[in-house]
């Protein structure tokens, strides 16, 4: 079949049809627990029923765990401050180191370029369970554990490789023959990366605090044993107040799904890029 010519209409609705049928499958789990976020507590514990949409929606499950209106074990209004800024924090590090790495592997040859770009991958699929148990000693002795600036530290050495193999796939699409153009004018390396190659993957690192944002947010292991009585994040909050109060448990969970939503709409173009980890280029 000649990949050019259209598909006839049985096949496309055949696609079409799978095409929903795959995303309701992934949808509906979140549509649910967006209902059972709005639900009052003897609608989610009907007995010999499910009630779907038979109740009248309540933001009460809200106020107890966003605005601190019920037992304190549930109020989260910390934990979700402590959150952003760490992610904030570890996605703008991460940025600020990721970047020069990327554009030099992108760019300039030397002997062990290879071996670096390996070793950068290496640090990607290697294991945070690995490297755990000596980082929390050392951010013991440093006096780092159980501090945001701790947390930030370690999710932006965790998701460092992840963003130098991205970024270094964006500094690659560059066109050398703006980077040629730029040399001829006598612009320097660091000239070319500040006013040619920067403004040019604007969408690239848009992508990559993105995804750096997004995997900090979520990031359990190490947040688990580097906070504890004066950090929260959002994950350890949540596996709080997984108990029978689902009510609760759903509105923190939407709640927490807010902020990466908000960020993947924004940058939803460049996003299928991300998500193979610009492991295109060699």
Not at 6 to 35: Q, S
Not at 132 to 137: A, E, K, S
Not at 218 to 225: D, K
């Amino acid at each position: 079949m000649n990949p050019n010519l259209p598909l006839p209409l049985p096949l496309r609705l055949l696609r079409d049809a799978a095409a929903v049928i795959t995303v309701g499958c992934f949808l509906f789990p979140l549509v649910w627990w967006g209902l059972t976020s709005l639900k009052p507590a003897h609608a989610i514990f009907e007995l010999n029923t499910t009630n779907w949409f038979d109740f009248r929606p309540t933001f009460a499950n809200y106020r107890v765990t966003l605005a601190a209106e019920g037992p304190a074990l549930f109020a989260s209004r910390q934990a979700i401050l402590d959150s952003v800024i760490v992610a904030t924090g570890s996605a703008a590090l991460c940025l600020l180191a990721a970047l020069p790495a990327a554009y030099a592997l992108a760019n300039f040859s030397f002997r062990a370029h290879r071996v670096m770009v390996l070793w950068v991958l290496f640090q990607r699929i290697l294991p945070p369970i690995a490297v755990l148990v000596p980082m929390v000693l050392i951010f013991h002795h440093a006096v780092l554990r159980d501090t945001r600036t701790g947390v930030i530290l370690a999710h932006a050495a965790a998701n460092l490789p992840f963003a130098v193999l991205l970024l270094k796939s964006f500094f690659a699409d560059v066109p050398r023959e703006v980077a040629e153009a730029a040399t001829l004018d006598g612009a320097t390396p660091l000239g070319r990366l500040l006013w040619i190659d920067l403004p040019l993957i604007r969408g690239g690192i848009a992508t990559t605090a993105v995804l750096c944002f997004i995997l900090s947010w979520t990031e359990f292991l190490m947040a688990l044993f580097l906070t504890g009585a004066n950090v929260r994040l959002m994950p350890i909050q949540l596996s709080l107040v997984v108990t029978t109060t689902w009510g609760f448990t759903a509105a923190l969970s939407m709640a927490s799904l807010l902020p990466a939503l908000v960020f993947i709409l924004l940058v939803q173009r460049h996003l299928v890029r991300g998500l193979t980890m610009g492991l295109g280029q060699g």
